[in-house]
T-cell receptor, first 114, second 107 residues
């Protein structure tokens, strides 16, 4: 596609429920990143996929968070047993190569846990 | 990991004013970028500037890598410049973002 697509754009869920957030990167981009942005805060790195390499999961805040990237394209971020502190905007970015160059960000998914 | 700090955290300007935003980082880097997040949340890359100076219209940026800081200059600010400005550096192949400077430009 022309840009990085994220869905849903907004998600309201009850505390304790599981949620799945989707990211469809730019075609051909081998690197995919997930970030979290809490209200009024900066971007917190969560996880990074590069080609077929093992993902860099060093930013995942707890074992309730997981992500996968199928076929080197679409990625899903899953949050189990959601808590109110998980409320944030979840941003996905992709790039053509590794090294942090040429990031293109999606519009994000705003998650609200009530 | 690398720490990235930005100042000031908030900046309020009247249209036409100039401003300087600062980014300090804790370790040597070979990739530093500036981003603008508009009021609707979209992030746009402004500059890739690991060292030296670059200019793009009313915006320019300078990075002094040996002293571990970068500056973003906005001249003749416009209301459309409002939003949050982030600098970001690469640490193990991913970008680490600073705390941001929230800019509000009033007519």
């Amino acid at each position: 596609g022309a840009g990085v697509s994220q869905s849903p754009s907004n998600k309201v869920t009850e505390k304790g429920k599981d949620v799945e957030l989707r990211c469809d990167p730019i075609s051909g981009h081998t690197a995919l990143y997930w970030y979290r942005q809490s209200l009024g805060q900066g971007l917190e790195f969560l996880i990074y996929f590069q080609g077929n390499s093992a993902p860099d999961k060093s930013g995942l805040p707890s074992d309730r968070f997981s992500a996968e990237r199928t076929g080197g394209s679409v990625s899903t971020l899953t949050i189990q047993r959601t808590q109110q502190e998980d409320s944030a905007v979840y941003l996905c970015a992709s790039s053509l190569s590794q090294g942090g160059y040429g990031y293109t960000f999606g519009s994000g998914t705003r998650l609200t846990v009530v | 990991g690398i720490q990235v700090e930005q100042s000031p955290p908030d900046l309020i300007l009247q249209e036409g004013a100039n401003s300087t935003l600062r980014c300090n980082f804790s370790d040597s880097v070979n990739n530093l970028q500036w981003f603008h997040q508009n009021p609707w949340g979209q992030l746009i890359n402004l500059f890739y500037i690991p060292s030296g100076t670059k200019q793009n219209g009313r915006l320019s940026a300078t990075t002094v890598a040996t002293e571990r800081y970068s500056l973003l200059y906005i001249s003749s600010s416009q209301t459309t410049d409002s939003g949050v400005y982030f600098c970001a550096v690469v640490d193990t192949d991913k970008l680490i973002f600073g705390t941001g400077t929230r800019l509000q430009v009033f007519p």
